[in-house]
């Protein structure tokens, strides 16, 4: 079952609205078994969206937002993207029978990040200039041509997106203390504050969480209160210099009382290299940035030890290996029989 059929309550679905799905949505939230007990965490859990279709939560706003387009008669759709939204929006392009569109920034083209993009059959186009001017194009084209726009701008990628914490409270039994996830476009941080919000307001839980929002520092605008020209970290998913959902991030900090704060780049990779060696799970670096703000929090004495707390893992490791290999031992190079391989293993 996806999102649409498990939520179509809550979400803004009628009878009109074409049924699509990948089985997206319902994710494991994973107890640690390691990193809480060294923290000193009562209740620590990882809401793992690495395992959503195309590996990333972006799949659960892009089953809405592509139903609705549908809906609309709309057949063409179309995204600026170097990452995890072409990947999702070309998946479900596919799986409709809808052609799909990738505009990205020319001479940012990583192959890697547009395999799936490519292998879903999108049309990709790489335009001449940076990432701001290929959402202006996009934008612009979507406005006066028939061809549905998928960034997060769009409405109902939220509203998809919101699912994700009607499933930690559907598991929990209520809503944590503490929900601790990456801000990029800030698109993430609204949707689950409004589905906090909407799930208490249906009688489904009695409390709210503190919503804290990790940055990486050189991409860290809500943070310093005011746009970065040139967003730079290992994050990529984060790197984003004027956050579209500003204002979604800075009312669910203030509403819930809780926190956006920044982390270095050494400070995610670490958290990442921590989090698959100790949990087994392998997150991308934008997903490592809020445990990494966590260990932080709990040095400073600023998190309740008492408290339940979750960290959302936004994507899987395998979206980009190239920046977790850099951290890691290479294999070593052995030529020899079993006496050999011991010696090397020290067994
Ligand atoms: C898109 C994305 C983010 C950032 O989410 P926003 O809604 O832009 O704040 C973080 N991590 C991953 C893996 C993403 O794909």
Known sequence: ??????????LPVGPETPEVDLNEG???????????????????????EGLNPTGSFKDRGMVVAVAKALERGSRVFICASTGNTSASMAAYAARTGARAIVVVPSG???????????????????????????????RDLSTNYPVALMNSVNPNRIEGQKTAAFEIVDELGDAPDYLVLPVGNAGNITAYWKGFREYRAAGRAT??????????????????????????????AIRIGNPASWEGATSARDESGGMIAAVTDTEILSAQIRLANTEGLFAEPA??????????????????KDAT????????????PDAALKNVQPPIELDGDARALAKVLKL
């Open 1 to 10: 079952m996806g999102v649409i059929a498990r939520y179509r309550e809550h």
């Open 26 to 48: 319902s994710t494991p939230l994973v107890p640690s078994r390691n990193i809480a007990g060294a923290l000193g965490l009562k209740r620590l859990f990882f809401k793992y």
């Open 108 to 138: 940012e083209i990583a192959l890697n990040k547009l395999s799936q993009a490519l292998m879903y059959g999108a049309k990709v186009i790489a335009l001449k200039g940076n990432f701001d001017t290929a959402l202006e194009t996009v």
């Open 207 to 236: 409390c709210l969480p503190r919503m804290v929002g990790a940055q990486a520092e050189g991409a860290a605008p809500i943070v310093q209160g005011h746009p970065v020209a040139n967003p730079m970290t290992v994050a990529s």
């Open 287 to 304: 997903s490592a940035a809020p445990l990494a703000l966590l260990f932080r929090l709990v040095r400073e004495g600023k998190i309740d």
């Open 309 to 320: 707390t979750v960290v959302v893992l936004t994507g899987s490791g395998l979206k980009d």
